[in-house]
């Protein structure tokens, strides 16, 4: 196996990967609707560790006629952070609420979507 | 030649007055039954004087030679089709409305106008005190319009219409006591019998109109040129041939013959004068009319056609004779009298003899009037009795009604010198002269079953013996005068036959030369012996019995006469075996097949929908998951299986090459 | 440092941060869950400072592993019912589904890494430095429309969360 000891894009994106099929599995599986919360905010870092990587590694130059440097996937970043505190807010909010009119916060009691 | 034209050019009053009259009644009089019937007979008396007047013209005329040649037509446009000229006229398709005078037109308006006013005169008696009397004559008003216009009729549409008319006022005539099950079934089964032979009239209409483009009788009898006669329709029978065929079916409904005579008898629901008018004198007689009136077709067609005619006339003339020697009613017996010598006519007009047909028609139009209405005077004596064998001693009783009826009997045996003796001897004459000695023979046994049977009738009802309970009286004078002038023409009618010139003197086909024609004893003379045989058997098997003798000697026989051949029961199992076993067939049809694929696609959609519905659990994890498997299948498929994703799939998701 | 060195510090976050992610799904009780993402997150932060991202670490560490591990927390007291901590994070019937789909997802996603050629390069990483002030200067230039949008956007989730956590009904 080609495996280098340096560190490069692969491993990173690897990383992003194995934390956004965890995620995955926690969205997919989990009862309890705050553990699929929580399962998506790994899913947002797994994104977030992808753009951080791909800006690092491919766009790491400055910008044309200044000394800055191109960080779009840092700002990108930054706005996901910002979806995704407001999401776990609504989101909290929305368990709760769920909860006082069922006692439960189960997702898969939740089916009023059926027919 | 002026006064003629003075008298043709008035013609159309004579339909339009019951009309008007028809109006009045049903819209304003209708409350005051003795105006009502008193407007109805000054209505249907000055169409008589009108008719009167119009055959005088005829007269005038050279005894309708020159109208022979070349008929008066009054007309007005009612549609014309432009465009493209139909069949062989050049001209535009023009439907006329109006009146037509020839010597059989005149002959027929006489007739009808007579009977007619004699009838409505009748009916006041008659109808006396029934809660339907102004109905009743707003009925016979319109009846009497709907006969004049078809006599007058110059084609065969504005026939057709009255046609049609005639038997809706037969419908209504025949139901007019609808409250009475039995009427209103007779009236159905009359209306829709006779639609059965309307339908092949249309037919055989829409063919002429097809191939001639007019329905005007002068210019279609102008047409039968040679190379017409000689056209062919299918399979080598000529087209006039098939269109003649067609256009008999008509009168076989309407007037009674054979396989469609079933209407008729059970026609005897209605008012006894409503018999008499139209089910006798008048309105089945319009079928041996238009035979009369478009006689150049069956000449123009094949032998064929008129050997059809001929025999299906003759054999209806002896089956409803043999009929009516086993029947009870007095008004069956002559119902099926008046089929029977239908048939005569038909048989007649077969024979190549339009004259004879027409000459029967008129003198039977006298003398079965005048027996209807004698018999309706018996039974409003009796209340209602219609059964002979309860009657019996009305001769003492009831004079003129006795004397008339007599009379009555002894012209339609054929006793001279009254009026059946002179039509029938046309008949048979012409029977024997065109080569028909097979007809000739039934003509002349049916002439003594007929004699047979009415002096059964008139030995029974009148000279038998008296009953008790019966307390006859004589009719008033609005019921005997019609009876005592039908009776005058029941004697009289015949001599327009005298030997020294035939009936032909004044009617005769179209384009035909009058050929004066002596009396053949040789033919007159065994219809005078078989019609006095008849009388005379009659009366010896008859007279004093208190039950029918014939039903004792011959009871298989009898039976089978009685119940009419079973022809009405093969009717009924027709209907209900066959028809209502096609019925069957096409309702199970209808529900299983049809519906069974209107209602599977339903059920397709509907099971589907439910196999579907189970895919919808409600559960968002569920469908989180089977959202990421089509991504990652639609992700590899584009990325690395383009080419055979888009093999598969010519509607190339994510567009293609 | 040389390439093992910074390969072996690498290789320690990266290990920290996918391990506790897997015992976050993993774990039967809610709260060892919530505990496992906070480390999580603070693992991520440290994989950002090995890429040079010095402000998004620090981000990283304030948001998530400050304010919404807290607010996770908060929330799984506020709906954990009393007793059954022990048994409060199960699995569903789709458990077995899921983790193959997942599998399937992260199969596809390590071919598209493993097989796209250019990322496979090993790039100079010369530019190094603070990122701060470049982030500020994009923010105020180029994605000023979409700064000013966040901050509404941060409004109207708090004010929506409060009211959905109120309740309608009390609110009248």
């Keep these: ?115 | 030649m002026i006064r003629m034209e003075a008298s043709f050019q008035w013609a159309w009053l004579i339909p339009a007055l019951p009309l008007l009259s028809f109006l009045i009644i049903g819209f304003i009089t209708k409350k005051w039954p003795k105006l009502s019937s008193t407007i109805s007979i000054a209505a249907i008396l000055t169409s008589f004087v009108l008719a009167v007047w119009v055959d005088f013209g005829v007269f005038a005329s050279g005894v309708g030679a020159e109208l022979v040649e070349k008929p008066y037509q009054h007309v007005v446009n009612w549609l014309t089709f432009s465009g493209v000229p139909w069949g062989l006229s050049a001209a535009p398709l023009n439907i006329e409305f109006g009146t037509l005078i020839d010597p059989l037109s005149a002959m027929m308006l006489f007739v009808v106008t007579l009977v007619a006013s004699l009838v409505q005169i009748y009916s006041v008696g008659y109808m006396h005190g029934d809660k339907g009397y102004s109905r009743y004559f707003a009925y016979q008003s319109l009846f009497a319009m709907s006969m004049l216009g078809l006599v007058l009729s110059t084609n065969l549409l504005q026939l057709f219409i009255f046609w049609e008319l005639v038997g809706l006022c037969s419908y209504l005539l025949i139901g007019f006591w609808f409250f009475k099950p039995s009427a209103r079934e007779a009236a159905k089964k009359a209306f829709m019998t006779t639609r059965v032979g309307d339908f092949g009239l249309l037919l055989g209409i829409l063919f002429l109109l097809n191939k001639f483009g007019t329905l005007n009788f002068v210019q279609l009898f102008h047409m039968m040129t040679p190379e017409v006669k000689a056209m062919v329709a299918v399979g080598g029978v000529s087209y006039l041939t098939l269109t003649a065929f067609l256009v008999f079916i008509g009168p076989i409904g309407k007037s009674g013959q054979f396989p469609l005579h079933v209407w008729l008898p059970d026609a005897m629901e209605g008012p006894t004068p409503v018999s008499a008018l139209i089910h006798a004198a008048t309105m089945v007689v319009a079928g041996v009319y238009l035979i009369a009136r478009i006689y150049f077709l069956f000449q123009g067609a094949s032998p064929a056609a008129l050997e059809f005619v001929a025999s299906l006339g003759g054999f209806t003339a002896i089956f409803a004779a043999s009929i009516a020697i086993a029947q009870n009613d007095i008004k069956r017996i002559l119902a099926y009298s008046t089929l029977s010598q239908l048939g005569y006519m038909v048989m007649a007009l077969g024979v190549g003899s339009l004259t004879a047909g027409m000459f029967h028609l008129m003198t039977h139009a006298f003398f079965k009037a005048l027996m209807f209405l004698g018999a309706g005077s018996v039974i409003h004596a009796l209340h209602e009795k219609q059964d002979i064998w309860e009657m019996g001693g009305l001769w003492k009783k009831m004079r003129i009604t006795g004397t008339t009826f007599a009379i009555g009997v002894l012209a339609i045996a054929g006793v001279p010198p009254l009026a059946g003796f002179f039509s029938k001897d046309e008949i048979l004459s012409a029977a024997l002269h065109n080569g028909h000695p097979v007809l000739f023979g039934i003509g002349l046994f049916t002439a003594m079953l007929t004699a047979f049977y009415m002096t059964r009738l008139f030995v029974i009802a009148f000279m038998g013996p008296e009953k008790a309970e019966n307390h006859p009286h004589e009719s008033p004078w609005v019921m005997t005068l019609p009876l005592v002038i039908l009776a005058f023409f029941s004697i009289v009618g015949g001599w327009a036959g005298i030997p020294e010139h035939g009936f032909a003197y004044f009617v005769r086909p179209w384009g035909s030369e009058f050929e004066p024609e002596a009396m053949n004893w040789l033919v007159a003379g065994p219809s005078i012996i078989v019609g006095l045989a008849g009388i005379i058997l009659s009366y010896i098997v008859y007279y004093g019995k208190a039950s029918d003798p014939v039903e004792a000697a011959f009871p298989r026989v009898y039976k089978v006469l009685k119940n009419k051949y079973y022809v009405d029961e093969f009717y009924l199992w027709i209907i209900k075996h066959i028809v209502d076993g096609i019925g069957k067939v096409l309702y199970w049809f209808d529900i299983y097949i049809v519906d069974g694929i209107v209602d599977g696609l339903a059920w397709i959609a509907r099971s589907l929908g439910s196999l579907f519905r189970r895919a919808q659990t409600g559960q968002l994890q569920v469908y989180a998951i089977i959202f990421f498997v089509a991504l990652i299948v639609l992700f590899l498929a584009v990325t690395y299986g383009e080419g055979q994703l888009h093999a598969l799939n010519p509607l190339a998701l994510g567009g293609g090459k | 440092m040389g390439d093992i060195a910074s390969g072996l510090i690498f290789l320690v976050f990266a290990l920290l941060t996918v391990f506790s992610a897997y015992l976050v799904v993993s774990s039967k009780n809610i709260v060892h869950s919530a505990l496992f993402l906070a480390l999580t997150f603070v693992g991520v932060a440290a994989l950002y400072v090995l890429m040079n991202a010095d402000f998004l670490a620090a981000v990283q560490l304030l948001v998530y592993g400050g304010a919404v591990a807290i607010m996770i927390v908060f929330g799984v007291m506020l709906t954990l019912r009393s007793g059954n901590a022990q048994n409060s994070n199960l699995d569903s019937r789709n458990a077995l589904a899921g983790a193959i789909v997942s599998l399937l997802t992260f199969a596809t996603l390590g071919l598209v890494v493993f097989t796209t050629e250019p990322w496979r390069k090993t790039v100079d990483l010369s530019a190094t430095g603070t990122t701060t002030g470049d982030i500020s200067w994009l923010m105020l230039t180029k994605y000023v429309v979409p700064f000013e949008v966040a901050a509404v956007l941060l409004l109207v989730a708090m004010v929506g969360a409060i009211i959905l956590a109120k309740g309608v009904n009390d609110s009248k």
Excluded: Q
């Excluded at chain 1, 990587?53 to 800055?68: I, Q, S, Y």
């Excluded at chain 1, 990108?76 to 709760?96: K, R």
């Design chain 1, 1 to 115: 196996m080609n495996f280098s000891l340096t560190v490069g894009l692969p491993h990173y994106l690897l990383v992003g990967a194995m934390l956004f099929c965890f995620g995955l599995y926690g969205v997919f599986s989990k009862k309890n609707a705050i553990a699929v919360l929580m399962s998506l905010e790994l899913m947002l870092n797994a994104v977030n560790i992808n753009l951080i990587a791909f800006n690092r590694f491919l766009w790491n130059n400055p910008v044309e006629g200044t000394k800055h440097l191109l960080l779009n996937g840092h700002v990108s970043a930054i706005f996901v952070i910002v979806v995704a505190a407001a999401e776990v807010a609504v989101g909290l909010a929305l368990v709760i609420s769920i909860y006082r009119s069922r006692l439960s916060a189960n997702v898969d009691e939740l089916d009023w979507l059926k027919w």
